[in-house]
């Protein structure tokens, strides 16, 4: 069930499709969502201010997608090529998202004016948030792409922070944000325990209380001998961590160009043929992590 702040922006949303944004109706879209107009300018302020909103919710929703492909059971090149198949399709199926994504802004599209210095601020967070400013093409480009850096380098922390935030976003307190977070720690964690158990020459299977103490390393010499320590998850070099990092930008870019001058050439078969070698030379030259055994 929709919450009233997204049934107005979906109302809001769905009246774009048979008019231009300067002939929408903010007493329409109160009516198509249900509640008054007061309410409707009590939730927004203004109409830039549903206009900064609806195109907010548009970057949100974009990005929140890239993470559900990027946290995938697949290869590197695979989901590249999956968030880039996904950026070209909803692209050409949601107008406000290839708008902020090429900055192909027409006079159909809501056209939000920056907030004034001195107005107030909105009174709900999440117009807040929307107040604070609308994201480049750029700051979207950078988003996904240390998305993917982040995702596909499983022995790498989370270094995203302040770079990978966009204008006004709230990380900390965003509930899908923070189980992305979650969700991809949990492979990481996941990743490093496969990689133990197949250096000590186990398979993933349960043990019984009778094996388990079976399986405890004997003593020798009355000392106790500590368990085999797991190895250190691999790092890369300056130069390799660099090197995925262009290669995901190139993704994203390859996608966009897509977007604005569609090619003959299938977007996923361009990004596969762009990435594929270069990240796998990337991923067999990564070296283990110094004092690992």
Not at 66 to 82: M, N, Q
Not at 124 to 136: E, H, I, S, T
Not at 225 to 246: G, N, Q
Request: net charge positive.
């Amino acid at each position: 069930m929709p919450t009233a702040r997204e049934a107005l922006l979906n109302a809001a949303l769905s009246a774009l499709t048979d008019q231009s944004w300067s002939a929408v109706r903010m007493v329409d879209v109160a009516s198509a969502g249900g509640v008054s107009r007061q309410t409707l300018y009590n939730e927004f302020g203004s109409k830039d201010g549903l206009a900064r909103a609806l195109v907010r919710r548009e970057a949100d929703l974009y990005l929140y997608g890239v993470e559900r492909l990027l946290a995938e059971p697949a290869d590197a090149v695979d989901r590249l090529v999956s968030v880039a198949e996904w950026t070209v399709s909803e692209a050409r199926s949601r107008p406000l998202l290839r708008a902020l994504l090429t900055d192909g802004w027409t006079e159909r599209h809501p056209a939000p004016r920056p907030l004034r210095p001195a107005a107030p601020p909105g009174g709900a967070p999440a117009q807040r948030r929307a107040d604070a400013g609308l994201p480049a093409p750029a700051e979207l480009v950078a988003a996904v792409r240390n998305r993917a850096v982040a995702a596909l380098d499983p022995g790498r922390p989370d270094r995203r922070g302040r770079t990978d935030q966009l204008r006004g976003d709230q990380p900390r307190t965003d509930p899908l944000r923070v189980q992305a977070g979650r969700v991809q720690r949990a492979r990481v964690e996941q990743a490093r325990a496969e990689q133990a158990r197949a250096e000590q020459g186990r398979t993933p299977q349960h043990r019984g209380p009778e094996r388990a103490r079976r399986d405890q390393p004997r003593p020798e010499n009355g000392r106790s001998v500590a368990p085999p320590r797991a190895p250190e998850p691999a790092v890369r070099t300056k130069d390799e961590s660099a090197e995925l990092a262009f290669r995901c930008e190139l993704a994203v870019r390859l996608a966009l160009a897509h977007v604005v001058a569609p090619d003959a050439e299938p977007v996923g078969r361009l990004v596969r043929a762009a990435v594929a070698g270069p990240i796998a030379a990337v991923s067999a030259a990564t070296t283990p992590r110094a004092g690992g055994r």
